[in-house]
């Protein structure tokens, strides 16, 4: 029973490091009329039926939340070549009146690339989207003229200027890689054999004579 039991567990736990999910980590709003008026970063969970886009949140926060983990793309988008395999999570800022906001969002995985126009949002919404989120998507879905921003490593700086309809962005960060299947079978053939080790050394015992 303890063979099994090893290599049980060691196959949960190859699972649990393959698919792995990079996520948001943290983020704050710095600088900007939306952080002079009390505006913070906030990290979302949406739950189902959740709407993003056209003045659906009306906030003088930065939000973001994790979309869909460990895609891989069908078609090259954003500088990414197609068979790239992402993490997609989703930023945007959404005031009522025209605010400035300025911070950053810091993701467990490097960045790969971010989406911040229409047609690229449009055409991955059904491949990365988080499936609890209705996106809407309108004529000024993305950035403007008066948007920016870099990358460093993993973390998004952001410098946004918004009011109707806000600034949405899809952040593309790489994804843990996944042993190939021979990998897995080598590995857990080997769990295997240090089980069944453990089980024939308990089935040897010691015998002791008496003169």
Same mark, same amino acid.
Request: hydrophobic share 45%; net charge negative.
């Given at each position: 029973?303890?063979?099994?039991? !090893?290599?049980?567990?060691?196959?949960?736990?190859?699972? $649990?490091?393959?698919?792995? %999910?990079?996520?948001?980590?943290?983020?704050?709003? @710095?600088?900007? @009329?939306?952080?002079?008026?009390?505006? *913070?970063?906030?990290?979302? &969970?949406?739950?189902? /039926?959740?709407?993003?886009?056209? &003045?659906?949140?009306? +906030? %003088?926060?930065?939000?973001?939340?994790?979309?869909?983990? /460990?895609?891989? =793309? =069908?078609?090259a988008v954003g500088g990414l070549a197609a068979g790239t395999v992402v993490n997609s999570h989703y930023v945007f800022f959404d005031p009522g009146p025209s605010l400035r906001g300025i911070g950053y969002v810091d993701f467990d995985g490097d960045?790969?690339?971010?989406?911040? #126009?229409? +047609? #690229?949002?449009?055409? @991955?919404?059904?491949?990365?989207? &988080?499936?609890?989120?209705?996106? !809407?998507?309108?004529?000024?879905?993305?950035?403007?003229?008066?948007?920016?921003?870099?990358?460093?490593?993993?973390? =998004? %700086?952001?410098?946004?200027?918004?009011?109707?309809?806000?600034?949405?962005?899809?952040?593309?960060?790489?994804?843990?890689?996944?042993?190939?299947?021979?990998?897995?079978?080598?590995?857990?053939?080997?769990?295997? =054999? *240090?089980?069944?080790?453990?089980?024939?050394?308990?089935?040897? $015992? $010691?015998? *002791? +004579?008496?003169?």
């Amino acid at each position: 029973m303890q063979k099994y039991l !090893v290599t049980a567990a060691a196959v949960g736990a190859l699972f $649990t490091a393959g698919s792995a %999910n990079a996520a948001v980590v943290m983020g704050e709003l @710095t600088g900007g @009329t939306a952080f002079d008026n009390g505006g *913070v970063f906030e990290q979302l &969970n949406p739950a189902p /039926g959740f709407t993003v886009g056209n &003045n659906h949140q009306q +906030s %003088n926060n930065l939000f973001a939340f994790d979309e869909q983990q /460990g895609v891989t =793309l =069908l078609s090259a988008v954003g500088g990414l070549a197609a068979g790239t395999v992402v993490n997609s999570h989703y930023v945007f800022f959404d005031p009522g009146p025209s605010l400035r906001g300025i911070g950053y969002v810091d993701f467990d995985g490097d960045i790969l690339g971010v989406l911040s #126009d229409k +047609s #690229d949002m449009d055409m @991955t919404d059904m491949l990365l989207g &988080n499936a609890n989120v209705n996106y !809407v998507s309108v004529a000024l879905r993305g950035l403007e003229a008066a948007d920016s921003f870099n990358i460093v490593g993993n973390r =998004l %700086n952001v410098n946004f200027r918004a009011s109707s309809p806000g600034d949405y962005i899809r952040v593309l960060t790489a994804a843990p890689a996944v042993p190939e299947p021979s990998t897995w079978a080598m590995m857990i053939g080997g769990f295997g =054999l *240090v089980g069944g080790a453990m089980r024939r050394r308990r089935k040897v $015992t $010691t015998q *002791v +004579s008496y003169a």
